[in-house]
T-cell receptor, first 111, second 115 residues
Framework: DAKTTQPNSMESNEEEPVHLPCNHS???????IHWYRQLPSQGPEYVIH???SNVNNRMASLAIAEDRKSSTLILHRATLRDAAVYYC????????????FGKGTKLSVKP | DTGVSQDPRHKITKRGQNVTFRCDPISEHNRLYWYRQTLGQGPEFLTYFQNEAQLEKSRLLSDRFSAERPKGSFSTLEIQRTEQGDSAMYLC?????????????FGPGTRLTVL
């Protein structure tokens, strides 16, 4: 399975945008990029996914590099509730099957 | 809210005892997954069901672990002869399955402590 690399931690100020990077240099042509997040004491929660084009939804935006070897999750205005561990995950062919989580990026949001 | 539910939320047991956890997926979701998460790590896949069929098992799932999903609805995960190394959060997730968007919805987890 293709591997992802994320920074261990990041900090942000409340109401400012946050850009969470993910490197996946061994991604294959059929691998989708998924982002989940895990708030303290909760199970992971789906955020967004994409294949080649940038994606937007009510929670976040996903910017995918042209060569697909990296992507960035964008939270447009961080709130205290966005403090969580964010996981970038690759899956084959759109069907997620079992998700292979790394350690993710722990995002802290300062008021 | 009819999300994924798990029972119990917390379980404390003594080493050598058997424990069983239950997961109720979102109704009509035909896929059900079990993961294990230890402190500071991301969740690790254990096993996966498509309806009542157990289609994949991780090498992490030793012989002491067994999972069932009778009738393709709720699922149980049993750990026999628990060991201290089994202490972890056990997460269940469900999804609709199929090609394309197959978002997994996670339950709150069952935290197991083995003394």
């Amino acid at each position: 399975d293709a591997k992802t690399t994320q920074p261990n931690s990041m900090e942000s100020n409340e109401e400012e945008p946050v850009h969470l990077p993910c490197n996946h240099s061994t991604i294959s042509g059929t691998d989708y990029i998924h982002w989940y997040r895990q708030l303290p004491s909760q199970g992971p929660e789906y955020v967004i996914h994409g294949l080649t084009s940038n994606v937007n939804n009510r929670m976040a935006s996903l910017a995918i590099a042209e060569d697909r070897k990296s992507s960035t999750l964008i939270l447009h205005r961080a709130t205290l509730r966005d403090a969580a561990v964010y996981y970038c995950i690759l899956s084959r062919g759109g069907s997620q099957g079992n998700l292979i989580f790394g350690k993710g990026t722990k995002l802290s949001v300062k008021p | 809210d009819t999300g994924v539910s798990q029972d119990p939320r917390h379980k404390i047991t003594k080493r050598g005892q058997n424990v069983t956890f239950r997961c109720d997926p979102i109704s009509e979701h035909n896929r059900l997954y079990w993961y294990r998460q230890t402190l500071g790590q991301g969740p690790e896949f254990l096993t996966y069901f498509q309806n009542e069929a157990q289609l994949e098992k991780s090498r992490l799932l030793s012989d002491r672990f067994s999972a069932e999903r009778p009738k393709g609805s709720f699922s149980t995960l049993e750990i026999q002869r628990t060991e201290q190394g089994d202490s972890a959060m056990y997460l269940c997730a469900s999804s609709l399955g199929g090609y394309g968007t197959d978002t997994q919805y996670f339950g709150p987890g069952t935290r197991l402590t083995v003394l």
